[in-house]
């Protein structure tokens, strides 16, 4: 079993930046992600990471301003959001995989086993 619990969400200005963290418990070294999920829109993918921390996915949206870290000590994956823009606007979910990631299923929400609470990200213009 992993928790995830989701700190560093808020209110920032068009153009601002933000860094999201995602503290994990239990099983620590699984492969993990970011999705984000606006009003009533469904969840979409925004990055992930590997177990090892040495490959990443990023959804269209998300690169060149995101990025996607992870801290193996510390137990946490990190989202650094950059330029960031009104769209952004939304809950963003930490999750965990039991499984692995590639190109093709990183993207996918079922995919994942274990999720955090989300935390609000609002982009004021």
């Known amino acids: 079993q992993v928790q995830l619990v989701e700190t560093g969400g808020g209110l920032v200005q068009a153009g601002g930046s933000l860094k999201l963290s995602c503290s994990a418990s239990?099983?620590?070294?699984?492969?993990m992600g970011w999705f984000r999920q606006a009003p009533g829109k469904k969840r979409v993918f925004v990055a992930a990471?590997?177990?090892?921390?040495?490959?990443?996915f990023y959804a269209d949206s998300a690169k060149g301003r995101f990025t996607i870290s992870r801290d193996m000590f510390k137990n946490t994956i990190y989202l650094q959001l950059n330029s960031l823009k009104p769209e952004d606007t939304a809950i963003y979910y930490c999750?965990?995989?039991?499984?692995?990631?590639?190109?093709?299923?990183?993207?996918?929400?079922?995919?994942?086993?274990?999720w955090g609470q989300g935390i609000q990200v609002t982009v004021s213009s």
């Open positions: 999750a965990a995989t039991a499984g692995t990631l590639n190109s093709l299923n990183a993207r996918e929400v079922d995919e994942y086993d274990f």
């Open positions: 239990g099983r620590t070294s699984n492969p």
């Open positions: 990471i590997t177990g090892t921390g040495t490959i990443t």
